[in-house]
């Protein structure tokens, strides 16, 4: 079953919108998914790319410290991640003392219910709308997650959304600079192969390699390589690149351009 796959390991992540910054603008409070997973190649991936093969999914309520890139889950949505794959929108109110957030499907919970094929998908679907309709809160002091029964966020959401709304682009910024693991992703422990054909990945995968994939090869494997061996990476990405000719060669230097940046700050 493992040929039907790429070796390649695609990491990404994604953030909803309801993005909230606190009071003092250095915290924010977001939505995310993250998974890791293999494209399908040869005749598994016809006749529109084949379904990928997930060796990791996560989601949940993040709190990223913007000062120290520090990146702390508050809350689990492990039970939605197979659903996050579609448009998700989060109302959050951060609070000094908590955070309340309702996830809200950008689509309509029954439209879900009609892609199902079995009754136990479809009482899956309706636990989980029933779970995720209400509105719940993590005590910043207690540090747990609790139900807000009695409580209309429609209310008072106003008070605090746009105020301390927080900017997708400007966030993803942030979550640039947070090292990969603190996703929960080791490369070697989610997908074992040895580190050289991972380096091989960073070298050679440039326009079809995921970003987020080569963030994670610097800093779990090319970051503990000694100086000479960083070089003779880049050695090698500059062979590569000078054997290519025309939109090749153009593609490779767009799209290797980070990474060969981030390598030579490591010397």
């Known amino acids: ?3 039907c796959y790429s070796d390649y390991v695609h990491l990404r992540y994604e953030t909803y919108h309801g993005a909230q910054w606190n009071s003092d603008h250095d915290m924010i409070a977001f939505v995310a998914s993250v998974s890791a997973y293999q494209k399908a190649k040869g005749i598994s991936s016809f006749p529109d790319g084949g379904t990928p093969n997930y060796l990791f999914r996560d989601a949940g309520l993040f709190l990223l410290d913007t000062a120290s890139k520090q990146l702390t889950k508050l809350a689990d949505f492990n039970d939605l991640a197979e659903l996050m794959k579609n448009r998700w929108t989060a109302d959050i109110i951060y609070t000094d003392t908590a955070i309340m957030y309702k996830l809200k499907p950008n689509s309509e ?7 199902v ?6 009482l899956k679907i309706l636990h989980l709308k029933d779970k995720y309709v209400r509105l719940y809160q993590y005590n910043l002091m207690a540090e747990q997650n609790m139900i807000c029964n009695g409580i209309d966020i429609e209310t008072i959401k106003q008070d605090y959304l746009n105020k301390n709304k927080a900017n997708l682009t400007k966030l993803n910024g942030f979550l640039d600079k947070v090292p990969v693991a603190n996703w929960g992703i080791e490369l070697k422990s989610l997908y074992p192969k040895s580190e050289d054909k991972y380096i091989k990945d960073l070298i050679y995968v440039a326009k079809d390699g995921s970003p987020l994939t080569k963030r994670a090869i610097i800093e779990q494997i090319v970051s503990k390589r000694s100086k000479t061996e960083k070089q003779d990476i880049l050695n090698a990405m500059d062979k590569h690149k000078n054997g290519l000719d025309g939109l090749e060669r153009t593609e ?3 799209y290797s351009k980070a990474t060969y940046e981030q390598i030579k700050e490591l010397l």
């Not at 919970?109 to 892609?115: A, F, G, H, I, R």
């Not at 094929?117 to 479809?122: R, V």
Request: glycine share 0%.
């Open 117 to 122: 094929n079995s009754k136990e998908d479809s």
């Open 109 to 115: 919970w029954d439209l879900y219910l009609k892609w």
């Open 1 to 3: 079953m493992t040929s």
């Open 252 to 254: 490779y230097e767009l």
